[in-house]
């Protein structure tokens, strides 16, 4: 008898990007209608095994099977062609195109090389129905919410007859609703023989949905389990690691009972959402804010910056009452202090001297009738650069010719230039060296030891369980628990934040 070969067979994939190894001689088998979930924390080496799988990105090492027969893919659309399809986290679509073409970009229906708007309307509507979604598939993407975009891109990408089917973490922006059409459509491709590999960190979906469940800790595979034979606390301690239990606690402080910002009833439609959410921070108290990915955390810290206006919900900052703010100005004007995830895009301007991003939010305190004071600049850039120990040639230097970690510290020090009360940080080390991350976080701990009341939201659990005081655990929009003292651990964290 001949045995049939696996629909994937994965042998020694590797992938560094300099000294950061982000994949390390890793191992995988998929058979035909087999759902295999992949998990591990943020940073793990899930999104880099995808890209890898769907041809985004080319392994140092290793090779690929498909039933058998060696793959090389040079591009996403060459894996498709093979029959491997990825859905991604971070969505490629083309806005000012309706949903048909975007759902059939690269495989219009024609005839001799003509094709008519109705057979695209209609061939588009097809693939919809077929899988469960229900859409207008004439309207413009651009018009569409965060979650009907996201069905729209499965739909594309299943649109395709693949054989594999790689999906990023695809439910982070879907309702409920959503999820069980998404499941649907995926338990019926299972019943025609399509693998799935499903990136997630939500427990009850792998455990709803996986026939087996593969982990991996820092690039590398830990544990492939099938879900009846293992508990969710098993598996976060496989994500963890035994060194995950053993981190050192920040030394507890007595705090002043001054309480510096009040959150209360915050509610916010769509996705990610908020349901009645609420908060306290005292003066001199680091509170962590940590979720999965469209947990809701987000939200809080672009709320606290005025960056959503359709939040509703008390506020109460430094004794004062009102509403959330709709404008960053007023958040500013409140004292209260934001770093954005994106420092980028959204925090820094990379062709901008040191100094001049430093100094960029309090160009009214080092200037007079309107002409800012050099001496003054130079003077306050330097004390926060040298603070926040950024390493330069030059006050002068481009922004952008730093490193990861110097741009960082760059850009806590020019929301610490106006001196604020409240500092609210949305994933301060995302993308940094370990020694910039270390300094960051003493940092912190020095600021909240000043009395500053710091509001610290992260998707990294190993930040949020050593920096905060106290940890609020958001699960779809809701606080599902806090833990503070000896109860803040990284797998009780993991735990709330899963439904473990």
């Known amino acids: 008898m001949i045995e049939t070969p696996a629909l994937l067979t994965v042998s020694g994939l590797s992938k560094s990007y300099g000294a950061y190894q982000a994949l390390s001689n890793f191992d995988f088998v998929v058979d035909a209608g087999q759902a295999v979930s992949v998990i591990g924390e943020n940073g793990a ?5 995808a890209k890898i799988l769907a041809g985004a990105i080319r392994p140092d090492s290793g090779s690929m099977k498909l039933e058998g027969t060696e793959v090389h893919f040079s591009s996403p ?14 969505l490629a679509y ?28 209609r061939k588009a509507l097809d693939e919809a129905r077929r899988f469960g979604v229900d859409i207008n ?16 891109e499965i739909v594309k990408g299943l649109a395709h007859r693949a054989r594999l089917i790689v999906l990023d973490e695809p439910t982070a922006s879907l309702s409920e609703q959503e999820s069980q059409i998404l499941f649907g459509v995926l338990k019926n ?14 427990m009850d979906e792998v455990y709803r949905f996986s026939d087996r469940v593969d982990v991996l800790r820092n690039g590398v595979h830990v544990a492939s389990v099938a ?8 598996l976060i301690e496989f994500m963890l690691g035994q060194a995950g239990e053993q981190l050192p606690q920040l030394a507890s402080r007595a705090l002043t009972q001054d309480t510096r910002l009040s959150i209360a009833g915050w509610q916010a439609a769509g996705v990610p959402a908020l349901h009645g959410v609420d908060m306290e921070v005292q003066a001199g108290e680091i509170v962590g804010v940590f979720g999965l990915r469209g947990a809701g955390q987000e939200l809080i810290a672009e709320g606290l910056a005025g960056l959503h206006g359709h939040i509703r919900g008390e506020l109460v900052v430094n004794g004062r009452r009102g509403r959330v703010f709709s404008r960053p100005r007023q958040a500013r004007k409140a004292g209260i202090s934001y770093v954005p ?7 820094l301007v990379l062709s901008m001297s040191i100094q001049g991003n430093l100094t960029l939010l309090i160009l009214r305190q080092i200037s007079r009738f309107g002409i800012r004071l050099a001496s ?39 929301r610490l230039a106006s001196r604020p009360t409240i500092f609210v940080l949305q994933e301060p080390t995302r993308g940094v060296d370990v020694g910039a991350r270390v300094e960051i976080h003493k940092f912190l701990r020095e600021l909240a030891q000043g009395g500053a009341a710091i509001v610290l939201v992260t998707s990294d659990v190993e930040e949020a369980v050593l920096v905060s005081d106290r940890l609020l655990i958001l699960r779809d929009g809701t606080v599902a628990g806090q833990l503070e003292a000896s109860q803040k651990t990284q797998a009780r964290a993991l735990a709330l934040a899963t439904a473990a």
């Open 94 to 121: 083309l806005p000012n195109l309706s949903v048909a073409d975007n759902i059939l970009v690269g495989a219009w229906p024609s005839r001799f090389g003509f094709t008519r708007r109705r057979w695209v309307v």
């Open 227 to 234: 879900p009846s034979n293992t508990t969710p606390a098993q």
């Open 376 to 414: 003054v600049e130079r003077r306050r850039a330097g004390e926060l650069a040298r603070r926040l120990n950024v390493r330069y040639r030059s006050l002068q230097q481009r922004t952008g010719d730093l490193s990861g970690g110097n741009q960082q510290k760059v850009l806590v020090g020019s």
């Open 341 to 347: 995830a994106e420092r980028k895009r959204e925090g």
């Open 77 to 90: 659309r060459d894996a498709i062609r093979r029959g491997v399809a990825f859905i991604p986290q971070e």
């Open 45 to 49: 080496g899930k999104s880099t095994l």
């Open 189 to 202: 491709l299972r019943g025609q023989g399509v693998g799935i590999v499903y990136i997630s960190h939500r």
């Open 137 to 152: 598939v004439d309207r413009p993407m651009a018009s569409l919410k965060l979650g009907e975009r996201q069905l729209v």
